[in-house]
T-cell receptor
Framework: GQSLEQPSEVTAVEGAIVQINCTYQTSGFYGLSWYQQHDGGAPTFLSYNALDGLEETGRFSSFLSRSDSYGYLLLQEVQMKDSASYFCAVRDILTGGGNKLTFGTGTQLKVEL | GAVVSQHPSRVICKSGTSVKIECRSLDFQATTMFWYRQFPKKSLMLMATSNEGSKATYEQGVEKDKFLINHASLTLSTLTVTSAHPEDSSFYIC?????????????FGPGTRLTVL
């Protein structure tokens, strides 16, 4: 099976840089995605890595190291509106025809003034 | 981006009744839809994957007779929670993927909060 671990909570002050880590275990790794979810809302797609390295999308960047089974989401200049839950999710090519996403445990980000 | 809607957004029902939740892709054809369950402050747990016109594939531990899934058209999938009990109270979220999109383009609905009394 698959497992993904994230810190349960991260607190930061407005304007800071925040890094949310994700370690995973899966036999047929294909790619790692990141989603944001505000309380009571739908998850929204943020970023995706299939290859090692850094992907940048505005204030959000995501990094992947396949050899370390590790990735992180980087949020630059965090704002109050970034307070939400962040999930990493892995696609495993060996399960469900490669169509399924397995989500991590989630990290609650609290941004303070 | 693509829009997925869910209806109802919130439902309260009595124990023993059945509840149907609809998931619609509004501006694209969804060949595959996914149903998730989420408990407060917890992760999304995949319940089942449904492909249009075929039977849903349920995850281990999910009772298919309890959670009936129908994907009758390319824009609509329904989840029916049969004989609901308080332990079925949860946040149910669907997502949809089109035939032409890349795999990571999985668009989520706003969710349905089910409370069983």
């Amino acid at each position: 099976g698959q497992s993904l671990e994230q810190p349960s909570e991260v607190t930061a002050v407005e304007g800071a840089i925040v890094q949310i880590n994700c370690t995973y275990q899966t036999s047929g790794f294909y790619g790692l995605s990141w989603y944001q979810q505000h309380d009571g809302g739908a998850p929204t797609f943020l970023s995706y890595n299939a290859l090692d390295g850094l992907e940048e999308t505005g204030r959000f960047s995501s990094f992947l190291s396949r050899s370390d089974s590790y990735g992180y989401l980087l949020l630059q200049e965090v704002q109050m509106k970034d307070s939400a839950s962040y999930f990493c999710a892995v696609r495993d090519i060996l399960t469900g025809g490669g169509n399924k996403l397995t989500f991590g445990t989630g990290t609650q980000l609290k941004v303070e003034l | 981006g693509a829009v997925v809607s869910q209806h109802p957004s919130r439902v309260i029902c009595k124990s023993g009744t059945s509840v149907k939740i609809e998931c619609r892709s509004l501006d694209f054809q969804a060949t595959t839809m996914f149903w998730y369950r989420q408990f407060p402050k917890k992760s999304l747990m995949l319940m089942a994957t449904s492909n249009e016109g075929s039977k849903a594939t349920y995850e281990q531990g999910v009772e298919k007779d309890k959670f009936l899934i129908n994907h009758a058209s390319l824009t609509l999938s329904t989840l029916t929670v049969t004989s609901a009990h308080p332990e079925d109270s949860s946040f149910y979220i669907c997502s949809a993927r089109g035939s032409s999109g890349s795999w990571n383009e999985q668009f989520f609905g706003p969710g349905t909060r089910l409370t069983v009394l």
